[in-house]
């Protein structure tokens, strides 16, 4: 979460274990992570989902998309190479 906020974060590729991905693509990746990972967590302890609904939407309609698309699309957050 450091490197994502430090100056010009969104501009820089990531290297990540699904390749190479431009910045806002990995705020998306990494906040669908934590609402998936801390449903699960809230879930299997019994406590309330931390997360708004619209958060939810708004990350699953993001994936959705993402997903749709073919692998070089999807490491370049949309562009055709």
């Known amino acids: ?12 590729a990531y290297t990540l274990p699904a390749g190479t991905l431009p910045g ?3 705020v998306h990746v990494r906040t ?16 309330g989902v931390p997360f708004s609904d619209e958060l939810a939407e708004q990350e699953l309609a993001f994936s959705r998309e993402l997903l749709g698309r073919d692998p070089q699309q ?8």
């Open 1 to 12: 979460m450091e490197a994502l906020r430090a100056p010009g974060a969104l501009e820089r």
């Open 24 to 26: 806002p693509v990995v």
């Open 32 to 47: 669908v992570e934590t609402l998936v990972h801390g449903w699960d967590l809230a879930r299997a302890t019994g406590r």
């Open 74 to 81: 999807a490491r370049h957050g949309g562009r055709s190479s």
